[in-house]
């Protein structure tokens, strides 16, 4: 099978500095010097001729380090795997995955005992919002105290956005189908207008940052939908199948949007 490796320019310009590459192009690079030892051969020949000054330095630090390396324990197991784990999400998403099933438990008690919310189910009501709070959990800059290092890693952008976003929603999305299958509410119901959220509360957070657009939006789901459902006592359009349609197209355009503006994950203004 043939490699495509990066071409000169990209490698000679990364190796200079040059400040008029484009940040996806810097991001790709970094991701793919990862696995292609060519390429990484490439820049390394690269910065000697024309970053001496760099090379020189780099050589430096190697001489020093590798002696303190070649004497350092291997990592144990069970660090390996917090090591493989964290790529997927951050230490503080735990709790914050605990608190939203454990919303969805509640609501699914309160189901069950009949709390007086009319013919809504509350799991169905709350559902599409609460994989957003994991989201947020997952990509905030006050909440992830290695923020700093997240941001410049080499695929600290959609790459690693949409990993800790699918982290959220194999916790929740589980733990919505057994309240739904207790209570009678259909995934049809519910899974799509989840998705759109979790898609929307990406688009908007390559604008104003992630955590801001998942409170954006949770405050206007409750203000919008769940205050006037409870009050009516009845299903409104949005929860409807009817209004489904309606959801997919949410959906779609978040995708797009996501895509559009991929580079927007790798600057630090997204963990607002």
């Given at each position: 099978m043939s490699v495509e490796h990066a071409s000169i320019r990209i490698i000679d310009g990364y190796a200079r500095g040059d400040t008029d590459l484009a940040a996806d192009e810097v991001w790709a690079l970094e991701a793919h010097l990862e696995a292609c030892r060519v390429c990484r051969d490439r820049l390394s020949a690269s910065v000697t001729a024309q970053a001496p000054a760099i090379a020189a330095l780099?050589?430096?630090?190697?001489?020093?380090l590798e002696p303190q390396?070649?004497?350092?324990?291997p990592v144990p197991r069970r660090r390996r795997w917090s090591a493989r784990l964290s790529r997927w999400m951050t230490p503080v998403m735990g709790p914050w995955l605990a608190m939203v099933v454990g919303v969805t438990l509640l609501a699914l008690l309160l189901d069950l005992?009949?709390?007086?919310?009319?013919?809504?189910?509350?799991?169905?009501l709350l559902s599409p919002v609460l994989p957003v709070l994991g989201v947020a959990a997952s990509w905030s800059r006050g909440l992830?105290?290695?923020y700093e290092l997240t941001a410049s890693a080499?695929?600290?952008?959609?790459y690693l956005?949409?990993?800790r976003?699918?982290?959220v929603l194999a916790v929740v999305v589980p733990a919505l189908l057994l309240g739904g299958w207790v209570t009678g509410v259909t995934a049809g119901q519910w899974l799509l207008p989840c998705l759109a959220f979790t898609s929307t509360t990406l688009a908007l957070g390559g604008v104003v940052g992630v955590?801001?657009?998942?409170?954006?939006?949770?405050?206007?789901?409750?203000?919008?939908?769940?205050?006037?459902?409870?009050?009516?006592?009845r299903t409104t359009f949005a929860l409807a199948r009817d209004g489904l349609p309606v959801w997919g197209l949410i959906l779609a355009l978040g995708i797009g949007v996501v895509v559009a503006r991929r580079g927007a994950y790798s600057v630090l203004g997204t963990h607002r």
């Amino acid at each position: 099978m043939s490699v495509e490796h990066a071409s000169i320019r990209i490698i000679d310009g990364y190796a200079r500095g040059d400040t008029d590459l484009a940040a996806d192009e810097v991001w790709a690079l970094e991701a793919h010097l990862e696995a292609c030892r060519v390429c990484r051969d490439r820049l390394s020949a690269s910065v000697t001729a024309q970053a001496p000054a760099i090379a020189a330095l780099v050589g430096t630090v190697w001489s020093d380090l590798e002696p303190q390396l070649a004497g350092t324990a291997p990592v144990p197991r069970r660090r390996r795997w917090s090591a493989r784990l964290s790529r997927w999400m951050t230490p503080v998403m735990g709790p914050w995955l605990a608190m939203v099933v454990g919303v969805t438990l509640l609501a699914l008690l309160l189901d069950l005992a009949d709390s007086g919310s009319g013919e809504v189910s509350l799991v169905l009501l709350l559902s599409p919002v609460l994989p957003v709070l994991g989201v947020a959990a997952s990509w905030s800059r006050g909440l992830d105290p290695a923020y700093e290092l997240t941001a410049s890693a080499p695929r600290a952008g959609l790459y690693l956005v949409l990993r800790r976003t699918a982290s959220v929603l194999a916790v929740v999305v589980p733990a919505l189908l057994l309240g739904g299958w207790v209570t009678g509410v259909t995934a049809g119901q519910w899974l799509l207008p989840c998705l759109a959220f979790t898609s929307t509360t990406l688009a908007l957070g390559g604008v104003v940052g992630v955590t801001r657009a998942a409170a954006w939006l949770v405050a206007g789901w409750v203000a919008v939908v769940v205050a006037p459902t409870l009050a009516a006592g009845r299903t409104t359009f949005a929860l409807a199948r009817d209004g489904l349609p309606v959801w997919g197209l949410i959906l779609a355009l978040g995708i797009g949007v996501v895509v559009a503006r991929r580079g927007a994950y790798s600057v630090l203004g997204t963990h607002r």
